[in-house]
């Protein structure tokens, strides 16, 4: 899987957590600097797994919390 997959998927998962495309631009502005990840150079890239894992992780903590999904 090459980078651009990778976050792609991150994406996908938390979509499929709840969070909006719209929310998920707004992590890459904070994170970033840019609404796109199309082409992040290495420290994005890097940058951008741990912030979108993180949330990841904390979505499916609190959805076990809530006795959800």
Not at 1 to 26: A, C, H, V, W
Not at 41 to 69: C, H
């Amino acid at each position: 899987m090459n980078t651009t997959d990778y976050l792609e998927s991150l994406k996908q998962q938390l979509l499929d957590l709840g969070y909006s495309s719209y929310q998920i631009d707004t992590m890459y502005q904070d994170m970033i600097g840019t609404c796109s990840a199309s082409s992040p150079s290495p420290d994005q890239y890097l940058t951008l797994v741990i912030a979108m894992e993180d949330y990841i992780k904390f979505a499916k903590k609190n959805i076990r919390k809530r006795g959800g999904r």
